[in-house]
């Protein structure tokens, strides 16, 4: 973030991925995008070795996170292209 010069104005969505405790991180993730000039339309922790999501145990954590990252990726575009479309 800190080397990105064109967040000002913009519409983020903040994904920050850890072992299993990222709140300070995605603290200051989010205050680092916010110094930028953006504005956070969402923000979601994934982690590696913490479980996602209780009912998905026995599959793959990384695959897990991937796939949750994905559909909330797909999810912010969605809410964006809806405000979109209504200021337009």
């Excluded at 903040?14 to 991180?25: M, V």
């Excluded at 923000?43 to 990384?62: G, Q």
Aim: aromatic letters at 10%; proline letters at 1%.
């Amino acid at each position: 973030v800190k080397d990105c010069e064109d967040l000002e104005g913009k519409r983020v969505a903040a994904i920050t991925l850890g072992s299993g405790n990222t709140d300070k991180a995605q603290r200051t993730f989010e205050h680092n995008l916010i110094a930028k000039g953006a504005y956070i339309m969402g923000s979601r922790a994934f982690w590696l070795l913490r479980p996602n999501d209780e009912n998905r145990l026995d599959e793959s954590n990384v695959q897990v996170a991937i796939e949750m990252a994905y559909q909330y990726g797909k999810e912010m575009a969605l809410q964006y292209d809806s405000v979109y479309t209504l200021a337009n």
